[in-house]
């Protein structure tokens, strides 16, 4: 039974940085692609990055190509979310999920850790 902990929220100013830890338990995270999603209330749920079950695929979308980096140690089984030049714009409580494989469809991901939550306000 995978469990899935997000860690590493907190308020930082415009422009500042974060990483963000994605622990697993349970299971192994070896054999499970993650990725990272955001959600601000009243808004759906947008994926921001995933990283694939070896660490050499990583996806982002244009909101923070350039600004995040995904990236994972399965001796630890954790994965992380680097979130650089951050903007009031990327404002969410931040989760994790696992799937077979990266893909676009959120349906696919399942357990999902409790969130974090990311403040950029100066």
């Known amino acids: 039974q995978l469990q899935l902990v997000e860690s590493g929220g907190g308020l930082v100013q415009p422009g500042g940085s974060l990483r963000l830890s994605c622990a697993a338990s349970?299971?192994?995270?070896?054999?499970?692609?993650i990725g990272w999603f955001r959600q601000v209330p009243g808004k759906e749920r947008e994926a921001v990055s995933c990283i694939s079950r070896s660490g050499g695929g990583t996806n982002y979308p244009d909101s923070v190509k350039g600004r995040f980096t995904i990236s994972r140690d399965n001796a630890k089984n954790t994965v992380y979310l680097q979130m650089n030049s951050l903007k009031p714009e990327d404002t969410a409580v931040y989760y994790c999920?696992?799937?077979?494989?990266?893909?676009?469809?959120?349906?696919?991901?399942?357990?999902w850790g409790q969130g974090t939550q990311v403040t950029v306000s100066s």
């Open positions: 349970g299971v192994s995270l070896d054999l499970t692609a």
């Open positions: 999920a696992g799937a077979p494989r990266c893909t676009t469809l959120t349906i696919a991901f399942g357990s």
